[in-house]
């Protein structure tokens, strides 16, 4: 599903109190986190505004996990100061009960906050994100052992954020998880949506022109497009550039960029797309074209296909200018100049070229 059809699956989910553990998973760098954000701005229920968020990178222990979460209730207290009034009474209780014991108790050591990890995190909703990027020592098994756990026995509510494709021990998550999640939602966000969502966090004068390339190669990671982006504004810098210019230079940054980041799935490496178009290139084609094509030469047909979508049929020194910034990250603004005045000269021949 889409972002936007997954937002409202998801809003409806968590409506339903029967969901005791909902999962979300997609492909990194897709929007799950932001996402979450919009659910908990949109709900109207407000224990999912006022819910708790552990990241689980690094995390090697569920005690580590339990005092991430508990450590998240203060901020939340004053902006929800319902949800946690119970809880916080909870605590005094519980560390008067322990100062009868002993004095020492008296001080809301690590061993406090793990007993009380009950009473803080009762009837919470509570979302756990990056289980794939977790330490080792954490076990997935140990991770739905305290879901299964604190939704039975303290009525807790789970949103876990995973990418699944990433997660060690696949088989592991698949037998537990059918034991403890109620509903798995799988984000597909679209290229559109990514983009939008990239351009809210990093704005461009180009943003037009980017969108188009970015949508025809198919980028759907946030943080790439964002890249991409950041790339585009730095080679270009404020320069107002017609149409025909626009079409020249930023279907080239776009696609060099997203190959250096890895943004496309099974896409061309720099040799291929610097050779587009060239004699070398044109004999490999006709050769492909006389026999039956391999695995390989089907892939070169495929990119073929994109970079004629994105209107790149021949590269020249911009293009390798491009590479070179983008391998060195090191950018020579007086080597673009004359290349851009140069297309800004030959406008005519590139307006031909385009049509």
Request: charged letters at 30%; aromatic letters at 6%.
């Amino acid at each position: 599903m889409s972002l936007k059809e997954t937002k409202g699956q998801l809003l409806e989910l968590l409506g339903d109190a029967e969901n005791k553990v909902i999962a979300l998973s997609g492909k990194w760098g897709t929007g799950k986190t932001h996402l979450w954000g919009e659910v908990m701005k949109e709900s109207k229920d407000e224990t999912v505004n006022g819910a708790l968020y552990v990241s689980l990178f690094g995390l090697s222990g569920i005690d580590q996990v339990k005092r991430k979460l508990i450590e998240s209730v203060a901020p939340g207290a004053e902006a929800h100061p319902k949800i946690w009034e119970a809880a916080k009474q909870a605590v005094n209780s519980g560390l008067k009960v322990l100062e009868g014991f002993h004095k020492g108790f008296g001080a809301l050591s690590d061993l406090n906050l793990l007993l009380l990890a009950p009473a803080m995190l009762q009837e919470k909703v509570i979302v756990i994100d990056d289980i794939e990027r977790k330490h080792e020592r954490l076990g997935v098994d140990e991770i739905l052992g305290f879901i299964d756990e604190y939704t039975q026995r303290h009525k807790a509510r789970f949103v876990l954020v995973l990418n699944s494709d990433q997660l060690a021990k696949r088989e592991v998550w698949d037998t537990l998880s059918e034991k403890v999640v109620d509903q798995e939602l799988k984000l597909l966000t679209t290229p559109d949506e990514a983009f939008a969502i990239a351009l809210g966090l990093r704005p461009t004068n180009y943003a037009e022109s980017i969108k188009r390339a970015s949508v025809a190669c198919g980028l759907t990671n946030i943080r790439i497009i964002g890249k991409v982006i950041k790339a585009t504004n730095r080679i270009l810098g404020d320069r107002e550039l017609e149409e025909a210019l626009l079409v020249r230079v930023v279907p080239s940054i776009v696609l060099f960029a997203a190959i250096h980041y890895k943004g496309l799935e099974d896409g061309p490496d720099f040799q291929f797309a610097l050779s587009i178009g060239s004699a070398s290139d044109w004999g490999d084609f006709l050769k492909e074209e006389s026999k039956e094509p391999t695995e390989d030469e089907k892939r070169r047909a495929k990119w073929r296909l994109l970079m004629n979508e994105l209107g790149i049929n021949g590269c020249d020194e911009f293009e390798a200018l491009v590479v070179e910034f983008l391998e060195s990250g090191l950018f020579d603004a007086s080597k673009l100049a004359p290349i851009i005045d140069r297309y800004v000269a030959e406008k005519q021949t590139v307006e031909a070229r385009e049509k």
